[in-house]
Each structure stands twice: as C-alpha cells, then as structure tokens.
T-cell receptor, first 113, second 112 residues
C-alpha cells in the first residue's frame, strides 16, 4: 500500500520555466491538498480538492494551477516559475475535508534559479 | 483570519525527561487542533488531535491540553526517547482540514 506518491522528488527550474508536480493516492480518499513548506513558516495550503471534479483556492494560490484528474490524482502546475516558488511541496489526502488525519506524501523539493 | 504561534522553535531535552510545546491561536471560533510530527525527509504525520469540546486527550506518552479561554493548547511528551526527535507542528481550524492554519514548527532534540 503506497499511500500518497509524489513525483518528482527533486527539480531545478530556471525562472520562467513551467512544470507540473504529480500526486496520486491509492486510499480511495475524496479530498486532496497541495501545501508548500518554507523554513520558519510551517505549511501553507495552496489549493485543495474536496472531491473529484472540484478544486478551490487555499491560502497562497497565486502562481499555481491545479487539476483533479480523477479520484486518485491531483496535479499542481507552475506556469512561469519564480524564485519565490522555491520550496518543498507536499501533497496530502484524507477521506473527507472534515477533521481527521491528513496523509502526506514525502514531498517534492523545487528550486527556481 | 486565524493566526497560530508556536514556541519554542527548538527544544532540547535529556532522554527520559518530558517535553512541552505550546501554541496560541487568535480566532476563538477555532474548534479543531491537530499535532503533526515530521521526521527528516518525510511528510508530516498526525500524532494526536483535540476538538474544542474536550480539555485534554492522552495517548500513551503523548497528551494534548486545550485552554479555550486563553486560546492556547500544548503538546506534552513524557519519558522521551531518541525516536521522538523530529519537528512537531501544531495547527488550528475553524472548519475542518480546508482551513487548517499551521504553526511554524518546533525542532525537538532528544539528548542521550
């Protein structure tokens, strides 16, 4: 049982380049999330998907887009990367958006030069 | 909006001693307070959570206390062990996981 799988684990981009972070969960969860983690700032929610077919903005959505491809997969796209988007990105899922455990992937470390 | 402050940023304790991490929140309407543990190179993992209708919750060596009047909650780890070394995050929410606001984290170091 893999849980939440993120790819790639590491990526280096130049300013202005685009890329997509992939996330897949095999727990049949309805809700999925994308967070970024920066030193001294905890985790901040970028976008979430309460259920298949819906997406909503979180705390820091600017510069990002998401796609809930199906119940298993939730991708995060950077259209024109900026140095301020250098961060560690985490995907998470849980059965529903209500309270309860969030299951996290191992993270994707992105550096924008 | 909600703001969560977490202290200390680093905590070093002797193995076998207790560790306490404190968080304060700003919105009195917040009603869900989870604690997550993050080991190096891994994603955070839930270790305990509490809702606003409960003052204290315990799970083996881990306990969380909530003071709604003062708007703060604390994580208590007793009989600390080397495997407790990690970064711990608190969070608070008005309405479920969609609105979780996270603290900045506490790095817990267990000295042998």
């Amino acid at each position: 049982n893999a849980g939440v799988t993120q790819t790639p684990k590491f990526q280096v981009l130049k300013t202005g380049q685009s890329m997509t972070l992939q996330c897949a969960q095999d727990m049949n969860h309805n809700s999925m999330y994308w967070y970024r983690q920066d030193p001294g700032m905890g985790l901040r929610l970028i976008y979430y998907s309460a259920s298949e077919g819906t997406t909503d903005k979180g705390e820091v959505p600017n510069g990002y887009n998401v796609s809930r491809l199906n119940k298993r997969e939730f991708s995060l796209r950077l259209e024109s990367a900026a140095p301020s988007q250098t961060s560690v990105y985490f995907c998470a899922s849980n059965p529903s958006g209500d309270t309860g455990e969030l299951f996290f992937g191992e993270g994707s470390r992105l550096t924008v030069l | 909006g909600e703001n969560v402050e977490q202290h200390p940023s680093t905590l070093s304790v002797q193995e076998g001693d207790s560790a306490v991490i404190k968080c304060t929140y700003s919105d009195s309407a917040s009603n869900y307070f989870p604690w997550y543990k993050q080991e190096l190179g891994k994603g955070p993992q839930l270790i305990i959570d509490i809702r606003s209708n409960v003052g204290e919750k315990k799970d083996q060596r881990i306990a969380v206390t909530l003071n709604k009047t003062a708007k703060h909650f604390s994580l208590h780890i007793t009989e600390t062990q080397p495997e407790d070394s990690a970064v711990y995050f608190c969070a608070a929410s008005l309405s479920g996981n969609y609105q979780l606001i996270w603290g900045a984290g506490t790095k817990l170091i267990i000295k042998p």
